[in-house]
């Protein structure tokens, strides 16, 4: 999470694969990120650079999900691109849920690939979930995923508390669901809700 120039810009990303290499993968993503953002580009503009990087410094068939929202508290208003990400989920105070569509090509594979940026009000009884796919797919011990329905269930039981208390409702889901059973993803999620002015 990055402030400059007034607006708050994110990125959640996930990077195909595990060790070393993924790991200096996610070090290069994340540098690169912290300076594009620095030179005022919008998601779009900041997704489409990060794929040209990694196409042309990582190997073929390594890729990465991500998604980047940007908020401007001036007009609060809320941009997002999505590349391949599992798709957030803006909750309303009343608990009605619904999910962010419109992603793109995943990062790394292809460098011609366009990244659509799209733009919506955000108001602050609202509140946006991103998550890795580590929350959704944690499997019990008879191999179902918890699930972005889960997921929503948790998120509309809980809309009207704080996103702390959002997020400690979602553990405590998922923790029941699995049991017994080792996770084997890592598991981010984020909650975003404007301030009230």
Known sequence: VV???GKVVCIIADVCGKGIAASLMMAHLHAAFHLLVRTGATPSGIMTELNRLLVEH??????????????????????????????????????????????????????????TE??????????????????????????????????????ARTADQQPHSMLEAVCQAIAHHVGSTTLNDDRTIVFFRPRTL
């Not at 011990?141 to 998120?155: A, H, I, K």
């Open 3 to 5: 402030e400059h120039a």
């Open 118 to 155: 799209h733009t919506l009000d955000i108001l602050p009884s609202q509140t946006l979930c991103l998550y890795s796919d580590g929350i959704t797919e944690a499997v019990n011990n008879c191999g179902e995923e918890f699930g972005t329905e889960r997921l929503s269930d948790v998120l």
């Open 58 to 115: 990582t190997d073929i068939g390594s890729f990465v999900t991500a998604i980047i929202v940007q908020y401007d508290p001036v007009t609060r208003t809320l941009s997002y691109c999505n590349a391949g990400h599992p798709r957030p989920i803006l909750v309303s105070a009343s608990g009605d849920c619904a999910t962010l569509g419109e992603g793109s090509l995943v990062l790394g594979v292809l460098d011609t690939a366009v990244y």
